[in-house]
């Protein structure tokens, strides 16, 4: 039986021909968008499943508590039931309007280790050691203290410090230091050692996305079409090569054609979905759901890391969280005021304020842990903040060994994938939560908090043991909504793109997004998908250059 998008083929409508077509508006879309279609001698379509970012809690930065889990703005996926979590499954966030991700997520400035990048490279990719990438994190960035040799201050992708300050965060960061975990004021040098306030992507306490920084300001380019409400089906080959993409817009099957090259830039979900749907992946996957294989490769959907943060809960006394300030009708009417007066103050907050990055044990050769430390508490994302004055200490494993997988559910497009991130998977990632949940213990029994008489409510000092402290991070766990490395570069039996993102064997298809990282970065992963995309836009235009 032929599939829906192989019936609507005789009635697509012709959406015109482009030198490239971009599939995706999100944090790399954007980026690509904006660099491709400075050449005014090329045409750039960009393809967006989402609408516009239009709605006012996009720009509002604790509007992720709405923008996420809404159909307005967000796919709404949710992953299997994972063993690793105790049979939970989770909530899975991705974004589903222009500027993606970026529209939605944590607003945290991150770049990760040099000794991500530089591993990069040992694994024979070439072009991506820390030295040959920062100077397109740095193209890219707008930071607020200008530019230096770690930092641009020209570039579209605002960064500023928060504009909020909390007593409980001062008292943790000191008894951090009384841990043995410095402090510092910049985690995006390439070591990220120590302890401070994250840095954000954010103008004058508002939310600042790809949209903003890199597509608006290029949209009246006579070469620029961006498309909105525009689902990709399926890309469309001619042998090995691909030619175009089929898509949806409203009602109306369509069919877009790149003269040059199409570039996915859907992200580590998206991404794999398109392929396999195209034909191109794992034969075994694509029989079982009734799809012509167009073309074997093995590691699409394959590889996928994702970083688990264990949310540690602790009780306090003699201190204000946002648990009181958010719990009475004065306290919200205070905090809104506060905002609308100076773009400051809670609702100007990111989820997480204050970070720490430090080694789960002294034989890492890099911190191997991150911490994202709030003035707040609740039981699960979505749920109303407790009604007693609390922090948490989320704590993650910056390089899990556990992998997952991505792969679709059906032949129907709008069919959400199976999502596995198979957590805890692997007895060193049990092992390093285990030690992650004592050193969490370590600091909140250090002198600086003793004042405000932490009590540890979850997961409770009564759990302890390694056995013990493995499940129960599998009962704290969650996502920080990292997923990579599904569509992986490298040059072996399931690499996806070659060090050049171009899709290995096939002509006129790169992908430019987080799917492509072969190994996780050692921190948030927004900005160095960015960066993937500010590289690509080169390769893409030396490429051009090389064929003309």
């Not at 298809?509 to 160095?528: E, F, K, W, Y």
Request: glycine share 10%.
């Amino acid at each position: 039986m032929p599939s829906e998008s192989a019936r609507q083929d005789n009635h697509r409508v012709d959406a015109g021909e482009f030198d490239y077509v971009i599939v995706g508006a999100g944090s790399a879309g954007c980026c690509l968008a904006n660099r491709l279609s400075a050449d005014p001698d090329v045409k750039v379509a960009l393809l967006e499943a989402g609408g516009k970012d239009s709605w006012f809690w996009i720009h509002v930065p604790v509007g992720y508590l709405y923008t996420q889990n809404t159909p307005r703005t967000d796919w709404c996926y949710k992953t299997e039931a994972e063993p690793g979590l105790n049979g939970r499954a989770l909530n899975y966030p991705r974004g589903r309007v222009l500027g993606g991700c970026s529209s939605i997520n944590g607003m945290i400035y991150m770049r990760g280790q040099a000794r991500d990048y530089d591993h990069w490279r040992q694994l024979g990719n070439a072009g991506w050691s820390w030295d040959e990438v920062l100077p397109y994190f740095k193209r890219s960035e707008d930071h607020y203290q200008g530019g230096d040799a770690f930092h641009g201050g020209e570039g579209e992708w605002r960064v500023e410090e928060q504009r909020l300050s909390w007593e409980i965060l001062d008292a943790f960061r000191e008894a951090a230091a009384e841990s043995g975990i410095p402090p510092t004021d910049d985690f995006n040098r390439g070591d990220n050692e120590g302890c401070g306030y994250f840095q954000v992507n954010q103008k004058r306490g508002v939310r600042w996305s790809t949209a903003k920084g890199f597509l608006k300001p290029v949209m009246d380019r006579p070469n620029l079409t961006v498309l909105t409400h525009a689902q990709a089906q399926n890309l469309v080959l001619d042998g090995k090569r691909v030619t175009g993409v089929n898509f949806l817009q409203g009602d109306s099957p369509r069919r877009i054609t790149a003269r040059g090259e199409v570039v996915l830039a859907a992200g580590s979900v998206g991404s794999v979905q398109l392929l396999e749907l195209s034909g191109i992946g794992n034969p075994a996957v694509l029989k079982e759901h009734g799809i012509d294989v167009a073309h074997d490769l093995p590691g699409v959907g394959e590889n996928l890391q994702d970083h688990l943060q264990m949310r540690m809960i602790f009780k306090v006394e003699g201190t204000v969280t946002l648990n009181q300030r958010a719990g009475s009708l004065f306290g919200k009417a205070m905090m809104g005021l506060e905002y609308l007066l100076n773009r400051s103050g809670p609702l100007s907050m990111a989820p997480s304020q204050l970070g720490a990055f430090v080694k789960s044990d002294p034989a890492r050769e890099t911190p191997n842990l991150q911490y994202h430390v709030q003035p707040l508490s609740l039981d699960k994302f979505g749920d109303p903040l407790h009604d007693f004055p609390a922090f948490t200490a989320s704590v993650c494993n910056l390089r899990p060994e556990s992998r997952g997988s991505i792969h679709i559910r059906s032949a129907d497009f709008r069919d959400a994938p199976v999502i596995k991130p198979a957590y805890l998977s692997a007895p060193g990632d049990r092992q390093v939560a285990a030690q992650a949940i004592r050193l969490t213990r370590r600091i909140c029994a250090a002198p600086a908090l003793a004042r405000y008489k932490p009590e540890e409510y979850k997961p409770g000092a009564q759990v302890d043991g390694d056995e013990a402290l493995a499940k129960a991070a599998g009962d704290i766990g969650t996502t920080i909504f990292h997923p990579v490395g599904t569509c992986k570069m490298g040059d072996d039996d399931q690499a996806v793109v070659d060090a050049r993102l171009k899709v290995r064997g096939l002509q006129g298809l790169r992908i430019a997004d987080a799917s492509v990282m072969p190994t996780i970065t050692s921190g948030n992963t927004n900005s160095p998908t960015i960066m993937i995309a500010e590289k690509a836009a080169d390769m893409i235009r030396e490429d051009r250059r090389a064929s003309a």
